[in-house]
C-alpha cells in the first residue's frame, strides 16, 4: 500500500498550488479520500475529504472557498488544489483513506510540506 503525496513547497501569500496523492496497492474506488494538515506545534487537522464515487465533500471551514478537492479514480489519484493560500495555511499535508465522517481509515501517505511565506 502506498499513498505518495506530492506538490508541496514554498509560495507566497496569496499564490496557489496543487498537491497530489498517488495510490497503490489497494481498492482506491473503495475508499474515500481526505487531505489532513499538520502545523507545528498544533494538532492535525482534517482539511477536506471527498467520497469514493466523486460525490459529496468535506470541507474545513477555513479552507471553504478556496481550496477545491478532486479524484481521478481511473488514475488513483486525488487532489488538492489550493488558491489565496495564507500564512496559516502552512503546515504538513496528508493525504489518507478516510470514513464517510472524513475521519482518518486504513491508510495514511507521507506529508508534503506547504510554506506560505513571503
Known amino acids: 500500500v502506498q499513498l505518495q503525496a506530492s506538490g508541496g513547497g514554498l509560495v507566497q501569500p496569496g499564490g496557489s498550488l496543487r498537491l497530489s496523492c498517488a495510490a497503490s496497492g489497494f481498492p482506491f474506488d473503495y475508499y474515500a479520500m481526505g487531505w489532513f494538515r499538520q502545523a507545528p506545534g498544533k494538532e492535525r487537522e482534517a482539511v477536506s475529504c471527498?467520497?469514493?464515487?466523486?460525490?459529496?465533500?468535506y470541507y474545513a471551514d477555513s479552507v471553504k472557498g478556496r481550496f477545491t478537492i478532486s479524484r481521478d479514480n481511473a488514475e488513483a489519484t486525488v487532489s488538492l488544489q489550493m488558491n489565496s493560500l495564507k500564512a496559516e495555511d502552512t503546515a504538513v499535508y496528508y493525504c489518507?483513506?478516510?470514513?464517510?465522517?472524513?475521519?482518518?481509515?486504513?491508510?495514511w501517505g507521507q506529508g508534503t510540506l506547504v510554506t506560505v511565506s513571503s
Open positions: 471527498i467520497s469514493s464515487t466523486d460525490g459529496p465533500t
Open positions: 489518507a483513506t478516510v470514513y464517510t465522517s472524513c475521519q482518518p481509515s486504513d491508510y
